[in-house]
């Protein structure tokens, strides 16, 4: 018999991220379980590693501009200058 603790937990974090709260928690949680699920041979390989790679990048990426996130915390947005042009004031 089998424990569906970790089933239970990849879903719960996989939801939180579908709706994009806790990003930067519910990403690592994903990946975790679902390399722990890969590695204890109880699920579908294939699945368990594309599921660890999503989570991973949507862990490395953040939440999206219509994310529970966003909306609480604002968007965050990175702008990268052209080579050369830095300013040091």
Do not use: C, N
């Not at 949507?58 to 999206?64: D, H, P, R, S, V």
């Amino acid at each position: 018999m089998q424990t569906v603790a970790p089933y239970l937990i990849a879903a719960g974090a996989g939801l939180l991220l579908l709706i994009g709260w806790w990003t930067v928690v519910a990403g690592p949680v994903v990946v975790v379980t679902e390399l722990f699920l890969a590695f204890s041979h109880t699920g579908d390989l294939y699945v368990s590693i594309l599921l660890a790679t999503l989570g991973l990048a949507l862990a490395l990426l953040g939440a999206g501009a219509w994310s529970v996130d966003a909306q609480r915390f604002g968007w965050k947005r990175i702008e990268i200058r052209p080579p050369g042009k830095h300013t040091f004031d």
